[in-house]
């Protein structure tokens, strides 16, 4: 069974460029959700989408953007690059109904904005 | 607000016995995770506890939950070098959707 799947997995943009990164979820998992892993941060909660839905936000302007095809599949897009947007960008998907509602995730997309 | 605090490093030696802690804010938490994340890859689940157990084992890990004190434990007894990596301690309430409170991370390093 093939894993989460994101790309690309390397991307340079500069300041005021817009990027979209792409998800895959497992075969089966219709919850994906979005994570911007930084050095001073951590990991913070981006979006979850659930059956092309936004079900959960978390506190990103809202230059971040995301969406769910009926496929599972799913894009962010973060528009006017800033220089504090370079991170990883990490995808996660579950199975819904799920005793423990696992996380499974992928291994993410780095950007850096120069 | 929820929010999950860890100590940011820790250094053992190989063959010794690693505990990493963490501290929540939620009790209506329902389940409690630790993630691993090895350099250059995304976070892989390690082991998670229900919120109305105590003690989890798994082969060399073992989770203690304290749900009083709202702090739950990692211990990894033989540590490996292989090991060595991040450990995130993560809450999580199953409502409407998924609803996941990451920890900053425990950067563990085995030294030989």
């Known amino acids: 069974k093939a894993g989460v799947t994101q790309t690309p997995r390397y991307l340079i943009k500069t300041r005021g460029q817009q990027v979209t990164l792409s998800c895959s979820p497992i075969s089966g998992h219709r919850s994906v959700s979005w994570y911007q892993q930084t050095p001073g941060q951590g990991l913070q909660f981006l979006f979850e989408?659930?059956?092309?839905?936004?079900?959960n936000k978390g506190n990103f302007p809202g230059r971040f953007s995301g969406r769910q095809f009926s496929n599972s599949r799913s894009e962010m897009n973060v528009s006017t690059l800033e220089l504090g947007d370079s991170a990883l960008y990490l995808c996660?998907?579950?199975?819904?109904?799920?005793?423990?509602?696992?996380?499974?995730f992928g291994e993410g997309s780095r950007l850096t904005v120069l | 607000g929820e929010d999950v605090e860890q100590s940011l490093f820790l250094s053992v030696r190989e063959g010794d016995s690693s505990v990493i802690n963490c501290t929540y804010t939620?009790?209506?938490?329902?389940?409690l995770y630790w993630y691993k994340q090895e350099p250059g890859a995304g976070l892989q689940l390690l082991t998670y506890?229900?919120?109305?157990?105590d003690m989890k084992q798994d082969q060399r890990l073992t989770v203690l939950l304290n749900k009083k004190d709202k702090h739950l434990s990692l211990r990894i007894a033989d540590t490996q070098t292989g090991d060595s990596a991040i450990y995130f301690c993560a809450e999580s309430i199953l409502n409407y959707g998924q609803n996941f409170v990451f920890g900053p991370g425990t950067r563990l390093s085995v030294l030989p």
């Open positions: 939620d009790s209506s938490s329902t389940y």
């Open positions: 989408y659930f059956s092309e839905t936004q079900r």
């Open positions: 506890i229900f919120s109305n157990m």
């Open positions: 996660a998907s579950s199975l819904e109904g799920s005793n423990t509602g696992e996380l499974f």
